[in-house]
């Protein structure tokens, strides 16, 4: 009888954004057609898995910046305000 084998789970470390490359060209780009009419059923749900992926981003990303713009709105404001004075 086969021993059993042990589970070895390894954490992968989290992205950080340390901006180490910002100032590096870019070296290559990839682009492709989101929907591959082409592709079978199995591999349509991981297409549209990943579009669905893109829109929770983009969402995310309108939402942050509506923040960002309503600061910079109210800062724009308040020095508006300041040189009045």
């Given at each position: 009888?086969q021993?059993?084998?042990?589970?070895?789970?390894?954490?992968?470390?989290?992205?950080?954004?340390?901006?180490?490359?910002?100032?590096?060209?870019?070296?290559?780009?990839?682009?492709?057609?989101?929907?591959?009419?082409?592709?079978?059923?199995?591999?349509g749900?991981?297409?549209?898995?990943?579009?669905e992926?893109?829109?929770?981003?983009?969402?995310?990303?309108?939402?942050?910046?509506?923040?960002l713009?309503?600061?910079?709105?109210?800062?724009s404001k308040?020095?508006?305000?300041?040189t009045?004075?």
């Open positions: 009888m021993q059993a084998q042990p589970i070895i789970i390894i954490a992968t470390k989290k992205f950080t954004y340390n901006h180490k490359l910002i100032n590096e060209p870019i070296i290559a780009f990839s682009e492709s057609d989101l929907w591959n009419p082409f592709d079978n059923n199995d591999n749900i991981l297409t549209a898995g990943k579009i992926n893109l829109r929770i981003t983009v969402k995310s990303n309108a939402r942050n910046f509506l923040r713009q309503t600061i910079l709105e109210a800062v308040i020095k508006e305000k300041s009045r004075s």
